[in-house]
């Protein structure tokens, strides 16, 4: 520590500081979420800069409300480019706040979606109590914090909690609609699949806009545990099966998956895939897309995303589960049985994942 300088070590506790008080900004996402706020600024397209004063009386049109708290959340939140903060240029005091595109993301859209499921699934009660146990992962490793603070794993307890797995299903479609746009205009790998299966498809959303991009697929398979397929719409062309991906998956040309390799062992993984390749006829391929770990670490919000995502499987759904690399996703699909594997990046947190038998 000698050579530091005086200025570095201000900067030093400065930055400390500020990623001990960090937990401010996902709680502070958390209220303006469930106060409505992004939808009430927006306004249909709007987005007229409003005063918390006018914030309150959108969401809280009784009356009511403390208007100086919310504005300390939301000049928190215009920090961190969540709101554009309008001062008057008068000596008035009045700040005025309306969203940037980061804040746009939590506004409903015309189909009912946003990211704002996400984030309210993610500071759920159950979620919360187990966040003080990470380093419990660390120490034992046999066991997820999840499971210590709510004494059973996260699927088996949504799976009790019909709130839950509703609010789950509603952020994993807030987020695989816009996935699924960006990929289905770039990625052409389902041009000859005439049998696709969706493992782990939740609601159904991927397969439903895949068979409309391409109706050459004439048949889907949404499959996923009986109680989540359960409560799936119909879809014209889609198939919902209920079962357990660790004992058979159905047969298909082509198995697509998202987000479901990351949070299980890599011999879960290599237990999943092994059905894939079971499942799949020679020259069929297992398209996965998973969150992919840059070989080096670095402070770009890509990898800051994925780093912390990775933390968020260790701590609630597997603590050997992970984000991976590309290298470790290709060695999983050899040992699992597939010879060839391609990655494609068509998106900033997903990546696309060919594993051809």
Sequence with gaps: MEDETAESRNKARLAI????????????????????????????????????????SRVLPSGGGDPENLQRILRMLTSCVVFT??????DSPERKYSLTDIGKTLVTDP???????????????ALMRAWPLVHEAVLNPTSEPFVKANGEPAYSYYGKKPEMNGLMQKAMSGLSVPFMRAILNSYDGFKEVKKLVDVGGSAGDCLRMILQKHPHVSEGINFDLPEVVAKAPNIPGVSHVGGDMFESIPAGDAIFMRWI??????????????????????GGKLIACEPVLPKES???????????GDIFVMTIYRAKGKHRTEEEFKQLGLSAGFPHFRAFYFDDFYTVMEFQK
């Design 17 to 56: 500081m500020e990623l001990a008080n960090m937990i401010s900004v996902p709680m502070s996402l958390n209220a303006v979420v469930h106060l409505n706020v992004p939808n009430a600024i927006w306004q249909g397209g709007a987005n007229t800069p409003l005063s918390a004063v006018q914030t309150l």
């Design 85 to 90: 903060e309008h001062l008057d240029s008068s």
């Design 111 to 125: 189909d009912g979606l946003s990211y704002a499921p996400y984030v309210l699934q993610h500071h759920q009660d």
């Design 261 to 282: 390799l990351t949070t299980w062992t890599d011999d879960e993984c290599k237990l999943i895939m092994e059905n894939c390749y079971k499942a799949l006829p020679v």
């Design 298 to 308: 670095d402070d770009s919000h890509r990898t800051r995303a994925l780093l912390e």
